[in-house]
């Protein structure tokens, strides 16, 4: 298993010592309130870990405007930058004064183990308060629940709501393919044609493909759009949500490993990929620096400023199948603190800057669309974010959509972003790496029996 010193440790320090009783997911608390009157002057602590300068800004103003509607609270807020919140998440929200709201992460890496750990607040008496059950989705509230006996994904009680819809897929420079001789993307909407533009990018000297891996998480999902071009969706997200008989170690991961590795030996990355940092990486592209830049939505706003009408969005061209694939969900989800002493004001705060009139207005301003069912209809005047949105539509029209594969056990996100690297760098096979992220699957499977 390989975990970063801080986040094993992590690990280790919530999951309870030898012979001492193991914590319990938290109970849901009785007769909520949806407003922060009964509590006097408070400092309501906020974790917000999302990547792209836009959103932070807008979330900036969230914030600035619930405490105008709010005169008695104070917000304070935390940012930090997604890889230094992974590492940290679960070692600040086992202390003693966590925050009251958090921005962690789906899946059992992150609000799984805090979930398991009794570390977050049931939030199923809030859904109903705030009526979050008719305001989003199902699949942007399954994915955020989980069975009290922490097996189970996709089931049980609600720990988290997400503020947005993203997915990966592919930004692209108009003024650069111009160059190139490309001015009609939709020439590239399949894999044979969007590899020969890649070749004309190489042989004139222009980067290809942006990509910043230095902390460990752009290239998985890079990764996981080849794995589309072999896997069915469905097939993804039944391992992803840990059904029996499912496995990474199949010959279509394998081809999708093997192409990835491929792209890094044929030089469509940047040649300094592994030491690029996201921030970086979108900066540089922002700059003209590359042809394309296959990340997620949330890069929307901060592309849009750095190239205005030269910028552009398209799916990830469609594989041998004719249809299209992507990774991708919902954004990073808030989830309030078991140790809380203002739950109902934490609710509010999460209800404000996720399920209102003013989070739909603040979602778009930053780039992407609201999580909530209004937010794909929200009036947008971005032309990129036009973009994006129809294009997220496209690729639902085909079902084409699949679940972040970092998932499916404690472990994976770390494990998959230090082994993704090797593959990278030719220090293992496409098979090894598949074989590594199946067998920590199934270990993971063995502690659930």
């Given amino acids: 298993m390989v975990l970063t010193a801080v986040a094993a440790a992590v690990a280790a320090g919530i999951t309870g010592c030898a012979g001492s009783p193991s914590p319990k997911p938290a109970k849901a608390l009785t007769n909520v309130g949806t407003s922060c009157t009964k509590y006097g002057n408070i400092s309501l602590t906020v974790g917000m870990s999302e990547a792209g300068e836009a959103i932070a800004d807008e979330f900036k103003k969230q914030v600035k405007s619930f405490e105008a509607a709010n005169t008695n609270v104070k917000v304070n807020l935390q940012i930090k930058d997604w890889a230094s919140s992974a590492n940290t998440i679960k070692l600040v929200m086992s202390g003693n004064n966590p925050p009251d709201v958090m921005q962690g992460n789906e899946g059992w890496a992150i609000n799984g183990a805090l979930w398991k750990a009794g570390l977050l607040m049931n939030l199923d008496p809030y859904a109903k308060a705030f009526g979050w059950n008719d305001k989003f989705p199902d699949s942007a509230l399954m994915v955020n629940k989980f069975t009290d006996d922490g097996k189970t994904i996709g089931d049980g009680h609600l720990v988290a709501v997400p503020p947005a819809i993203q997915y990966v897929g592919v930004f692209y420079n108009k003024a650069v393919l111009n160059k190139l001789g490309i001015t009609d993307v939709k020439t590239l909407d399949n894999k044979a044609a969007f590899l020969q533009a890649l070749d004309k990018a190489k042989a004139a000297g222009v980067t290809p493909v942006m990509l910043g891996d230095s902390e460990k998480w752009p290239a998985l999902h890079n990764l996981s759009l080849f794995n589309g071009w072999y896997v069915s969706p469905s097939a993804i997200n039944n391992w992803v949500l840990n059904r029996e008989g499912s496995t990474y170690d199949d010959a279509g991961h394998l081809k999708g490993s093997t192409d990835f ?189």
């Fill in 261 to 449: 590795r491929t792209w890094m030996q044929n030089g469509y990355f940047n040649r300094d990929a592994l030491a690029t940092s996201f921030t970086d990486a979108t900066n540089r592209f922002g700059k003209g620096k590359a042809a394309f830049f296959i990340t997620g939505s949330w890069a929307v706003g901060d592309v849009s400023k750095a190239l205005g009408d030269d910028a552009g969005f398209m799916l990830f061209p469609a594989g041998d199948s004719g249809k299209h694939a992507a990774v991708g969900g919902y954004s990073l989800p808030f989830s309030i603190s078991a140790k809380t002493k203002y739950p109902d004001c934490a609710a509010s705060f999460i209800n404000y800057v996720t399920a209102g009139n003013e989070a739909i207005a603040a979602q778009t301003a930053a780039g992407r669309p609201s999580a909530t069912k209004a937010g794909l209809d929200a009036a947008i005047s971005d032309p990129l974010l036009k973009q994006m949105v129809s294009e997220y539509k496209r690729l639902n029209a085909e079902n084409g959509l699949f679940t972040w594969e970092d998932w499916p056990t404690p472990t994976m996100l770390t494990f998959q972003g230090s082994e993704a690297q090797r593959l990278l760098s030719g220090e293992i096979t496409p098979q090894k790496y598949d074989q590594e992220v199946q067998k920590n699957w199934a270990d993971y499977m063995k502690t659930r029996s």
